[in-house]
């Protein structure tokens, strides 16, 4: 009786310690996953030199030139040991580093703005765990003289950046509300999806209407009518951001990226709710486009059987899970083409996940097509099916060729 007496004060002491440890662990990992969510590894690791998770040295190519991302592990000299959560929040919400100075708004504080204190500093206690590296110091961003002035981003913030946290709809739904808060805070979908102006701004009417981002157009993801992926499910958009892949297309290049690295880590009720919020997004009816002349068409279309059809199929439905459907397709119908031709220069790559792990990639025709042929390929395939986009000109595809394969 004396021996259960001991170890029960014993427990009665220790157990507020359990309590507080068990506290911290749940905070840390709140903190991995936001971070996860936010794939700040997709930008802050420098992925093609192998470089250490959060080290920093990633080159974000921008319109106005290179920006290089700095290390955001707790080392003292090189990283953000030396912050504090109070700086932590300043910069995620504010667009301030810790000497004051502004950050560049390729570091997405426009949209990282929206989110609560509580999950800001979760991630910092996250990152306070990751072992510090030393990197090297990042050097100031390739930009124009004008633009290298940080107090400039002062008056790029009165125009462009809407601070604040995210404010629930109390008309729509706890699922919606989650969707919405994931799309446009720690996700930053709009970074890609939605188009800027000549400052690097988002355009408030084309919110995820589409944008451009290192020589890619990133499609419409409004996802109700007449959006960009109207034609898709709510498990279909859950599918592709598990998998990066589902009965229309799969994920590559820079989402492919976001899929491997954020959306796959996701839960499924988060995924659900960004496709419900997504399935919410209604568009305008966009009028068809002249298509392209009829000695065109028939040129892309003898094109298209030769070259594509084997994988694609004659009438564009392709292969689910393996070869994207082209009737349809969001990228076929966008107003931007650059990266329908990107990827019939280049190729490409569908990333692999833990649900789809084989890279199945399509191959490139830079060597095989000129550009009068691919700009009939093109043309053809904007316009063929249900596709109802314009045509596009040779000059379209040799100042994407000379930029991309010089």
């Given at each position: 009786?004396?021996?259960?007496?001991?170890?029960?004060?014993?427990?009665?002491?220790?157990?507020?310690?359990?309590?507080?440890?068990?506290?911290?662990?749940?905070?840390?990992?709140?903190?991995?996953?936001?971070?996860?969510?936010?794939?700040?590894?997709?930008?802050?690791?420098?992925?093609?030199?192998?470089?250490?998770?959060?080290?920093?040295?990633?080159?974000?190519?921008?319109?106005?030139?290179?920006?290089?991302?700095?290390?955001?592990?707790?080392?003292?000299?090189?990283?953000?040991?030396?912050?504090?959560?109070?700086?932590?929040?300043?910069?995620?919400?504010?667009?301030?580093?810790?000497?004051?100075?502004?950050?560049?708004?390729?570091?997405?504080?426009?949209?990282?703005?929206?989110?609560?204190?509580?999950?800001?500093?979760?991630?910092?206690?996250?990152?306070?765990?990751?072992?510090?590296?030393?990197?090297?110091?990042?050097?100031?961003?390739?930009?124009?003289?004008?633009?290298?002035?940080?107090?400039?981003?002062?008056?790029?913030?009165?125009?462009?950046?809407?601070?604040?946290?995210?404010?629930?709809?109390?008309?729509?739904?706890?699922?919606?509300?989650?969707?919405?808060?994931?799309?446009q805070g720690p996700l930053h979908c709009g970074g890609?999806?939605t188009g800027k102006n000549l400052l690097g701004g988002?355009?408030?009417?084309?919110?995820?209407?589409?944008?451009?981002?290192?020589?890619?157009?990133?499609?419409?993801?409004?996802?109700?009518?007449?959006?960009?992926?109207?034609?898709?499910?709510?498990?279909?958009?859950?599918?592709?951001?598990?998998?990066?892949?589902?009965?229309?297309?799969?994920?590559?290049?820079?989402?492919?990226?976001?899929?491997?690295?954020?959306t796959q880590h996701l839960t499924d009720d988060d995924?659900?709710?960004?496709?419900?919020?997504?399935?919410?997004?209604?568009?305008?009816?966009?009028?068809?486009?002249?298509?392209?002349?009829?000695?065109?068409?028939?040129?892309?279309?003898?094109?298209?059987?030769?070259?594509?059809?084997?994988?694609?199929?004659?009438?564009?439905?392709?292969?689910?899970?393996?070869?994207?459907?082209?009737?349809?397709?969001?990228?076929?119908?966008?107003?931007?083409?650059?990266?329908?031709?990107?990827?019939?220069?280049?190729?490409?790559?569908?990333?692999?996940?833990?649900?789809?792990?084989?890279?199945?990639?399509?191959?490139?025709?830079?060597?095989?097509?000129?550009?009068?042929?691919?700009?009939?390929?093109?043309?053809?395939?904007?316009?063929?099916?249900?596709?109802?986009?314009?045509?596009?000109?040779?000059?379209?595809?040799?100042?994407?060729?000379?930029?991309?394969?010089?």
């Amino acid at each position: 009786m004396r021996s259960l007496t001991l170890t029960a004060a014993v427990f009665g002491l220790l157990a507020p310690v359990a309590v507080a440890q068990e506290l911290v662990l749940s905070q840390i990992e709140r903190g991995r996953y936001l971070t996860t969510a936010a794939n700040c590894a997709g930008c802050h690791t420098d992925h093609a030199n192998d470089g250490p998770p959060f080290g920093g040295g990633y080159a974000l190519e921008t319109p106005f030139g290179a920006i290089v991302s700095p290390n955001i592990t707790f080392d003292h000299a090189t990283g953000i040991g030396s912050w504090s959560p109070d700086d932590f929040w300043a910069a995620l919400h504010e667009g301030v580093r810790k000497d004051g100075a502004q950050l560049y708004p390729a570091m997405p504080y426009p949209y990282f703005t929206r989110m609560p204190r509580e999950d800001v500093d979760a991630i910092y206690d996250y990152l306070s765990t990751i072992e510090p590296v030393t990197a090297e110091i990042v050097p100031e961003a390739d930009l124009p003289a004008v633009l290298r002035i940080r107090a400039a981003v002062r008056g790029w913030n009165l125009l462009h950046f809407d601070q604040g946290v995210f404010t629930p709809d109390p008309d729509r739904s706890p699922e919606w509300n989650r969707g919405a808060y994931l799309v446009q805070g720690p996700l930053h979908c709009g970074g890609c999806h939605t188009g800027k102006n000549l400052l690097g701004g988002d355009q408030a009417n084309e919110y995820l209407r589409g944008g451009m981002l290192e020589n890619w157009h990133a499609p419409s993801i409004r996802g109700g009518a007449n959006g960009g992926i109207a034609h898709w499910s709510a498990g279909e958009i859950v599918t592709f951001l598990k998998a990066g892949r589902n009965r229309h297309t799969g994920a590559m290049s820079r989402m492919g990226e976001v899929v491997a690295l954020s959306t796959q880590h996701l839960t499924d009720d988060d995924l659900v709710a960004i496709a419900t919020y997504l399935l919410s997004l209604d568009d305008e009816e966009r009028a068809p486009a002249e298509g392209a002349s009829e000695p065109r068409t028939a040129a892309g279309a003898a094109i298209y059987f030769d070259n594509c059809a084997a994988c694609h199929k004659t009438d564009g439905s392709g292969v689910p899970h393996m070869f994207a459907v082209l009737d349809g397709s969001n990228k076929l119908n966008a107003d931007d083409p650059t990266t329908v031709i990107r990827i019939i220069l280049e190729g490409a790559q569908a990333r692999p996940t833990a649900a789809r792990p084989t890279p199945f990639s399509m191959p490139a025709y830079h060597w095989k097509l000129d550009d009068d042929e691919i700009a009939d390929l093109v043309s053809y395939l904007r316009s063929a099916w249900s596709n109802r986009a314009g045509p596009v000109s040779s000059a379209d595809v040799a100042d994407l060729r000379e930029l991309l394969l010089k």
